[in-house]
């Protein structure tokens, strides 16, 4: 995930950071993966205006943490609420309600089911945001003029430049071999 | 099963529109899955259709529409001056009938925010995949019904002002909130569930915001949608992780959904008062949230599609599934009706019978019968194809239920509160000028908001619409990857 990190260098001259070939179908862009995935490239690519259906197992992605991050958000809304509820009616203001306890489970289930949720649901969207390294918006391939239509109707294979497989020529005939509709050279 | 399968959605033998016209999918042959969008559409005419209504030059019909939403928004701000100026003498509210219309007005309002997160969430994990055409629509218009229900509990505190005091802040008084009242509960269920819907809502907007940033021309829509896009390649490894999000949403935001009308069913039922105090209340109230909240799309959704040109998307068959939901959810809540009338009878409970006969006989008995017609009889129509499929009843029926479920709300609010107890505590409720006012300036703010919404956002899920059309399917590319690619699947 280097493409697109700002350098600190003063960029004097365009450096060749990616190769991007173009695709116009869900089958071509999923041959087209596992042909690339097999090549035995890592920095590398697809991107796609949906999510496709079976390019995870093509491109080899490992499934995500995100769950993890649910699941630690959801405790931390649980314990917070829980503790929230404890600390502002049973210690720090204890008042007496209609000969309410002090502090019972039951009348806080529901606060704190709120807060669990809540912190799950921002575990969920930040995590995946966090993940994702989003919001980035400054990415060679937007310079692309084809790479727009990559909302629409094209599915795109980038392969980095830093990948230690690259290799101008070779890269390039590989992705030529796959039956592209283009092959382009990303420039930063 | 092979027949159940998606790939099997254009078996040649049957030919869509040879079965009842190119725009009907309402059909019933089991031996062949509906499609879910009409019409010869492929990618590019799904983002061509849905992006020129948000980059197309405003209609004048939308400046006339918008306007007069902008002047029912000006009288509900007018509203508010008045309440906040002199005092909450401006409203009826009285002293049996405390909550008046601030109260039925909210839980009509949170109720209709309940049917876009009910198709979001719901029906994503029931592998709907027919919600991807309206979800958009109807998670919007959750957030700007909670936008609107979320305004009448804070100003119904009677000093808005304070209203900071419902938040569990540090003060300087040293006094926390009561976490033991289910008032406490409302205000961080409402909270949790308005910022949950929004981020549902965005979350599953950013890639179509990206669509919308890669094809706009003007430099201040390219600002916009850039920025709110969050640099969104749609890349692969991006999607598995949002794909994951979404879900993970969805399963949070069922159980959330459910418990959101169950809290503010809590505020009744955790009362003494006959007519609210019942453990029937948080069921009812989900099941009439639901049934009210599906009557609102299907009374947004048929002006939608007619004015925007959207009936590929949000076809009759969207809506003849909506219209099945209502009349569940509308048998669900008649049972709930009849149901508290038999525990009443049932409990041997002197004030409590008396609280049920007041209803439909008291001097409310007008509004018991308009509410029990709207959302018990006219819903029954739904039982025949022909009015499930036919757009003028579904509007009416729609209508109904709009007015019945503010009239359900009313009928509770009302009836339980005005005799309660002891008779000489009686009183009635008789809405002032600034009451009705506010209720239709409501509609003012929620149109607002909506109109802003199909002007400039993306009306319907872009991305999700393209993954349920058959040209997203991969067709064993292993082995016949050309032939596949040639196009000859259509």
């Not at chain 1, 000969?99 to 489970?105: A, H, Y």
């Not at chain 1, 430049?161 to 690259?166: E, G, K, R």
């Not at chain 2, 209803?359 to 001097?363: A, D, N, W």
């Given at each position: 995930m280097v493409l697109g990190m700002p350098t600190n260098k003063p960029q004097t001259e365009p450096k060749l950071v990616a190769m991007l070939a173009e695709f116009d179908s869900v089958d071509s862009i999923l041959a087209a993966s596992e042909k690339v995935r097999d090549a035995g490239y890592t920095k590398w690519d697809t991107h796609t205006p949906f999510p496709v259906h079976g390019i995870d197992d093509a491109m080899g992605i490992k499934p995500t943490i995100l769950p993890w991050l649910v699941l630690g958000g959801g405790i931390t809304g649980c314990l917070g609420g829980l503790a929230l509820a404890w600390y502002t009616n049973a210690f720090e203001y204890p008042f007496l309600t209609s000969?309410?306890?002090?502090?019972?489970?039951p009348a806080n289930i529901p606060v704190i089911f709120e807060t669990t949720v809540l912190l799950a649901a921002f575990g969920a969207v930040f995590g995946m945001l966090g993940l994702n390294r989003l919001p980035w918006h400054y990415n060679p391939l937007f310079k692309k003029k084809g790479f727009a239509r990559v909302t629409n109707d094209r599915f795109v294979v980038v392969i980095e430049?830093?990948?230690?497989?690259?290799d101008k020529t070779r890269t390039g005939d590989l992705l030529s071999s796959l039956g592209a509709i283009c092959v382009e050279e990303v420039e930063d | 099963m092979t027949t159940l399968t998606t790939d099997n959605a254009h078996n040649p033998v049957v030919d869509d529109n040879k079965v009842l016209g190119p725009n009907d999918n309402a059909y019933q042959d089991p031996t062949h899955r509906a499609p879910l969008v009409t019409g010869k559409h492929d990618f590019n005419s799904i983002t061509q259709t849905v992006t020129d209504l948000s980059l197309r030059k405003t209609p004048k019909a939308w400046y006339v529409a918008f306007v007069i939403s902008n002047a029912l928004l000006v009288m509900f701000l007018y509203c508010i001056f008045e309440l906040l100026t002199k005092g909450t003498g401006v409203w009826g509210n009285n002293n049996p009938v405390a909550w008046g219309f601030p109260i039925v007005n909210f839980v009509f309002w949170v109720g209709i925010g309940h049917a876009g997160t009910l198709i979001s969430a719901i029906l994503f994990l029931f592998r709907q995949n027919w919600r991807t055409s309206i979800n958009r629509f109807a998670e919007a218009m959750t957030i700007f019904a909670v936008v609107c229900a979320g305004s009448f509990p804070a100003l119904h505190v009677g000093r808005p002002w304070l209203a900071y005091w419902l938040f569990p802040i540090p003060n300087q008084m040293d006094m926390w909130p009561q976490f033991r009242s289910p008032l406490l509960w409302d205000v961080f269920a409402v909270n949790t569930y308005a910022t949950v819907s929004l981020l549902f809502w965005y979350v599953g907007m950013i890639p179509d915001l990206a669509t919308l940033r890669d094809r706009c021309s003007n430099k201040i829509g390219q600002f916009f949608y850039g920025l709110f896009s969050l640099g969104w390649t749609g890349s692969s490894r991006h999607w598995h992780r949002y794909e994951k999000a979404y879900l993970l949403l969805a399963a949070l935001a069922t159980p959330l959904v459910l418990s959101v009308h169950s809290v503010v069913s809590f505020d009744f039922a955790t009362s003494q008062l006959p007519g609210w105090h019942?453990?029937?209340?948080p069921p009812y109230f989900v099941a009439g949230a639901v049934f009210g909240g599906f009557a609102m799309v299907v009374t947004l959704a048929v002006p939608a599609r007619q004015w925007f040109g959207l009936k590929d998307f949000i076809t009759m068959r969207h809506l003849e599934n909506m219209n099945k939901i209502i009349l569940g959810t509308g048998m669900i809540v008649g049972y709930a009706y009849t149901t508290e009338f038999f525990t009443a009878w049932y409990s041997g409970h002197h004030f409590e019978q008396f609280a049920f006969l007041n209803?439909?006989?008291?001097?409310y008995s007008w509004a018991f019968i308009v509410m029990f017609c709207c959302n018990v009889f006219a819903p029954q129509l739904f039982w025949f194809k022909k009015c499930r499929t036919s757009i003028p009843v579904m509007l009416f029926v729609a209508m109904c239920v709009n007015v019945g479920m503010w009239f359900e709300r009313f009928v509770i609010v009302t009836t339980s509160l005005h005799r309660d107890f002891l008779p000489s505590s009686w009183d009635m409720f008789v809405p002032t000028r600034i009451d009705i006012m506010m209720l239709i300036g409501s509609f003012g703010l929620f149109f607002t908001l909506f109109l802003l919404f199909c002007r400039f956002l993306p009306m319907v899920a872009i991305s999700e619409v393209k993954n349920v059309t058959p040209q997203a399917h991969p067709h064993h590319h292993h082995d016949d990857g050309d032939e596949a690619n040639k196009g000859g699947h259509h």
């Open positions: 000969g309410k306890p002090q502090f019972s489970l430049a830093s990948d230690p497989l690259f | 019942t453990t029937i209340f209803r439909p006989f008291g001097p």
